[in-house]
């Protein structure tokens, strides 16, 4: 019962250091598949290796050097884990192979690699990387959109900043694929892509998932005051500097869309409540709203049903591409935070 005690603790953290070690090697050992199945192997069998002597009595002769096996395997691991740094060139994906930058002088911004793709399916698109100017004195809107691409608790969420001239800037904090890469929320976890920030035309980066993916998209109106939406879009401009001064990988639960954009407005707003919800979100537009900063007047899932601009979406394209209103489109109906309407149905 005694050696029970620390035997069991112990095999459960060989177990779960040796399931991660795995799926590091999966997600970011040698390409060459016998030689990563073959480090696959010979890493789980090391550990198991070293639990089998835990429990077998004929075994435990064998503790010592299994033990040995096992701290040089963990050294070996860590070391080669901790050499694996973010990179500023791979042979990225066309629609994150670009970096944002940014030209500040007072009220006036300068952008450089704005996207702005023309998308008909997810394979088949017209590129355009265009250099924009804004000026920081008409911001008048905030609008935040959450992309459900895998059940209720998992979106992608995105700030659109309105100016007085009617266009639309989108901000997403984006997984920096490679060419032929499939995002995976597991890979998340184990360095397999750097982040990026992406800003786009409303047509490219929400008409692609609402028209072109399939995802359910909604969008809200935040109430921020003009000098807020000032500082956050600045923020978004300091994140897109650090990235192209430090490239930096994505994460699945601590560097990702959300917490990403949760860091730069509790700087904004400080003494911002910690919530599960900023982990699952999916569930943000209800943070949101609990704070106030939606049109509380309305219950949320009216907000929600109102927000959902698929069906505006698609009806406002012409002959399979973006149309000229798709932004005043998918606001028909969407409710401002003191409780208008926007263009009511």
């Known amino acids: 019962m005694a050696d029970l005690l620390w035997q069991l603790p112990l095999a459960l953290v060989v177990l779960v250091v040796t399931v991660s070690g795995a799926l590091a090697l999966w997600f970011r050992g040698p390409s060459f598949t016998a030689a990563q199945f073959g480090l696959i192997g010979l890493w789980s069998l090391t550990g198991l290796a070293f639990i089998t002597t835990l429990w077998l009595p004929d075994a435990a002769i064998l503790r010592t050097p299994a033990a040995i096996a096992l701290a040089t395997a963990f050294a070996t691991m860590g070391l080669w884990w901790a050499s694996i740094r973010p990179q500023q060139h791979r042979n990225w994906a066309a629609d994150v192979d670009r970096l944002l930058s940014a030209e500040i002088d007072g009220d006036q911004v300068t952008l450089h690699n704005v996207r702005n793709f023309a998308w008909r399916t997810r394979e ?126 994505y994460n699945t639960v601590v560097s990702n869309c959300t917490t990403i954009v949760f860091d730069m407005i509790k700087q904004i707003v400080p003494g911002l409540p910690a919530d599960v919800r900023l982990l699952l979100s999916g569930y943000l537009p209800g943070y949101i709203y609990d704070l106030g900063a939606l049109d509380t007047s309305r219950p949320l899932d009216e907000l929600q049903r109102r927000g959902h601009i698929n069906p505006r979406a698609i009806a406002s394209d012409t002959d399979g591409q973006a149309s000229a209103d798709f932004t005043t489109a998918i606001r028909r109906g969407v409710p401002a935070p003191d409780g208008r309407l926007i263009e009511t149905e």
Not at 161 to 177: P, W
Not at 179 to 190: E, M, T
Not at 191 to 210: F, G, P
């Open 124 to 249: 088949d698109f017209t590129p355009r990387w265009e250099t924009r100017r804004y000026d920081l004195s008409a911001l008048h809107s905030a609008d935040l959109i959450v992309s459900y691409w895998m059940g209720p608790a998992v979106a992608h969420t995105l700030v659109s900043f309105g100016f007085a001239d009617g266009r639309q800037l989108v901000f997403s904090v984006e997984v920096r694929r490679t060419q032929g890469q499939l995002f995976s929320a597991l890979g998340g976890f184990f360095k397999q892509s750097e982040l990026l920030l992406v800003a786009a035309d409303e047509r490219d980066i929400v008409r692609t998932r609402s028209n072109v993916r399939g995802e359910a998209v909604y969008l809200y109106r935040v109430g921020l005051s003009q000098p807020a939406m000032r500082e956050l879009f600045i923020a978004y401009l300091d994140v897109a500097d650090d990235l192209q001064r430090q490239p930096r990988f």
